[in-house]
């Protein structure tokens, strides 16, 4: 049985610290050390620019005592003023140690976290990337890197000093006056920090919706711009300007609630940080009029809690940011968590590399796409060895199926499809897919040359090799009259190219791959009369002594094929070649008579118009 790709919960559903788990991996990375004394040689210069921070108010302090009257006005001061200028160099400059060191760490984590994300995303199935809409799949991924790039820097950065930060100066308090000192800092800076988690908390959902609308918007753009000339024939640029513009406006409700809810949080947190000040240099100011306190002491306090708060401040800005990146962070780790769908197995072969030809077969092949709905049922064939096998029939009978469980997108229900004698399960897919050349329908170039993306059947390859498979492609000649040559950009998806040259290029590109199995997906059902003639020869030179398998929807480009079969609902109803299924006068003959009624009724229309 097909096995189903298992569905990871909402990304609702996952919690921050989920996410957080999800990420030290990336932070202490297994087998890269060069990372890990990074991350090491940061926590250490950032402890010693804490020690040197916490230190500096204490020498402030003994050197506003120094000055007092009655005390020493020469030597004193001067040694501690020294001392404060280098404690305050040296915090400066731990600081900025850290920041250098950890820059390398940081990069290299988004790199790899980056092309984690990229490569998982080429092993998942296709139904998958059916179901999902490139443009938010996207998006996701971007804004993931990009949270992991925020969380580490503001983390490392931001609250794990602050944090340190504030558990010494409670100590130092508690020791120099009492504690009473310490348990209202403690406590002011804890009622601060869960106030400032809470109300961020109860804010997630917001930022949720807002990446939720935003994709959405970034999707119809995208849906919008790739499917321009669709937009154009049907006059839609109004609608899809409505469509757009609705996912604009739900993003902008939500931006707006989520600034008000931002403001509300700033004011409860300057509330807090304003009353703990107030309490503790009430407690100096007393201590000072009673004599049990110096004013160098009452400095002391005013200068660590200002030193304090001013980072807290700017802490309630950190953990949004930072709960905002791990909101960020959760779509992308919910990809990653989605199982492929198709694996290979423990112990897969690898098919040897030959150029010999193959043999391929079906056997009693029954599979649908959704359980309730069978697309193939019982299938079965065979292509000996450098042989051509044609499959025709109505839409929608199962044709381009069979290629894609050729591929192995997907797995049969039952049943078998084999090369060579081996099961496709039991074979690597990248092996298989090497053996394997396709010329689709519907050819899809990549937005860079013509040299590239006939480079694409063989990264590598020489340029003398790409012009020789241009050359039995017959795109050679038509690309040496164009004005940049091999250098000619294509456009996206190739479409500053004709059916026909793109053809030719998909032609080249997998000539140049070699392979040992072919296969020819209504290569030529777009194209006209004039260029499927030219372009058939193409092919004829590209499947010479390779297994071939051709779905076609026009008979003419078959009747050479040493095999043909006839799909219908699923099924084999004929078999044979050109002349035999003709001569049977059966399902096969019917469509060569229909499409021959319809090729001269064309025909004629051309003659009227002339």
Excluded at 181 to 189: H, L, N
Excluded at 314 to 332: A, N, P, S
Excluded at 416 to 427: E, F, K, Q, S, T
């Amino acid at each position: 049985m097909r096995s189903t790709p298992v569905i990871p919960p909402s990304p609702h559903d996952r919690s921050a610290w989920r996410t957080i788990v999800d990420l030290l991996p990336y932070l202490w990375p297994v087998g890269d050390n060069a990372t890990r004394i990074r991350v090491v040689l940061a926590t250490l210069c950032l402890v010693l620019a804490k020690v040197a921070t916490v230190y500096v108010p204490l020498v402030y302090s003994r050197a506003v005592d120094a000055l007092a009257p009655g005390q020493a006005l020469l030597v004193i001061p001067i040694g501690l003023i020294g001392a404060y200028g280098l404690l305050r160099v040296a915090s400066a400059g731990f600081a900025e140690m850290r920041d250098a060191v950890f820059a390398a760490a940081q990069q290299r984590i988004m790199r790899k976290a980056s092309m984690q994300s990229f490569r998982h995303m080429h092993r998942l199935s296709l139904r998958f990337h059916l179901d999902r809409q490139t443009g938010g799949l996207s998006r996701s991924i971007e804004r993931g890197t990009t949270g992991i790039e925020q969380v580490l820097r503001l983390a490392v950065f931001n609250i794990l000093p602050t944090l340190f930060e504030v558990v010494l100066v409670t100590g130092i308090l508690w020791k120099i006056f009492d504690w009473r000192f310490a348990a209202v800092t403690f406590t002011a800076v804890v009622l601060y920090l869960g106030f400032t988690m809470g109300f961020t908390d109860w804010r997630v959902k917001f930022r949720r919706t807002m990446n939720e609308t935003d994709g959405e918007a970034r999707t119809k753009a995208m849906d919008s711009l790739l499917n321009y000339e669709t937009v154009k024939y049907f006059g839609n640029e109004r609608h899809e300007a409505t469509r757009y513009d609705g996912a604009l406006a739900r993003y902008e409700r939500a931006a707006v609630t989520s600034q008000v809810t931002l403001n509300m949080l700033n004011l409860g947190q300057a509330a807090i940080i304003a009353a703990g000040l107030a309490l503790v240099m009430l407690m100096a100011a007393q201590g000072v009029r009673d004599g049990t306190m110096t004013v160098g002491k009452f400095v002391l306090v005013n200068t660590y809690l200002m030193q304090l708060y001013q980072p807290l401040n700017f802490i309630g800005f950190v953990y949004r940011e930072i709960k905002q990146g791990l909101v960020d962070m959760e779509q992308m780790f919910r990809l990653l968590a989605t199982h492929a769908e198709i694996t290979d197995r423990p112990g897969a072969i690898t098919l040897p590399e030959t150029h010999e030809a193959t043999e391929l077969r079906f056997d009693h092949v029954v599979f649908g796409y959704r359980p309730d709905h069978m697309i193939l049922r019982g299938v079965s064939f065979t292509v000996p060895p450098g042989q051509t096998l044609a499959i025709v029939g109505p839409t929608g009978a199962g044709k381009s199926t069979i290629n894609r469980l050729l591929f192995r997108f997907y797995d049969v229900n039952s049943g078998a499809v084999l090369v060579d004698g081996h099961d496709l399960r039991d074979i690597a897919q990248d092996s298989l897919r090497a053996a394997i050349g396709v010329v689709p329908q519907d050819t899809v170039l990549f937005n860079d040359t013509i040299l590239y993306n006939i480079a694409y059947g063989r990264p590598g390859a020489s340029e003398a090799e790409i012009i020789e498979a241009a050359k039995l492609a017959q795109v050679h000649d038509f690309v040496q009259r164009l004005p940049d040559g091999y250098a000619t950009r294509v456009g996206e998806r190739g479409l500053k190219l004709s059916g026909g040259e793109k053809q030719r290029v998909a032609i080249a590109r997998t000539i140049l791959k070699n392979p040992r199995i072919l296969i020819l997906d209504e290569a030529t059902s777009a194209l006209d009369t004039g260029t499927e003639q030219e372009i058939q020869q193409a092919l004829r030179s590209l499947s010479r002594n390779r297994t071939t398998l051709t779905i076609a929807h026009r008979l003419s480009t078959v009747t050479d094929a040493d095999q043909i079969i006839v799909l219908d609902h699923g099924e084999i109803a004929e078999r044979g070649n050109h002349h035999t299924l003709l001569a049977a006068g059966g399902m096969y003959a019917r469509m060569w008579a229909l499409q021959a009624e319809q090729q001269h009724l064309a025909a004629d229309l051309h003659v009227e118009a002339l």
